[in-house]
């Protein structure tokens, strides 16, 4: 069980800046970054049992996360691309 904060800024070094960008100037992007931060925290409790939960609960965030990762990842190489 991994419990390292799946920080975006880690996740994507590269992007860090466009992310700032983003955050200030698409509201699409700044609701995915915010439910991200927030999915990514309530993963991170879990795994630390900071808040203990279910197994098939933790799976469900870290899909939750991934998808959510997924669709900033995808936002963030759209941006790069124009």
Do not use: C, G
């Not at 933790?58 to 759209?78: F, G, H, N, P």
């Amino acid at each position: 069980m991994s419990n390292t904060p799946h920080e975006l800024a880690d996740e994507f070094p590269e992007h860090v800046e466009r992310m700032h960008e983003l955050r200030a100037s698409d509201a699409h992007f700044a609701k995915l970054f915010d439910a991200y931060h927030t999915t990514n925290r309530a993963v991170h409790r879990a795994e630390t049992d900071v808040e203990p939960t279910s197994d098939e609960h933790l799976v469900t965030l870290r899909k939750e996360r991934m998808a959510l990762k997924d669709q900033i990842y995808a936002q963030l190489s759209k941006a790069a691309a124009q």
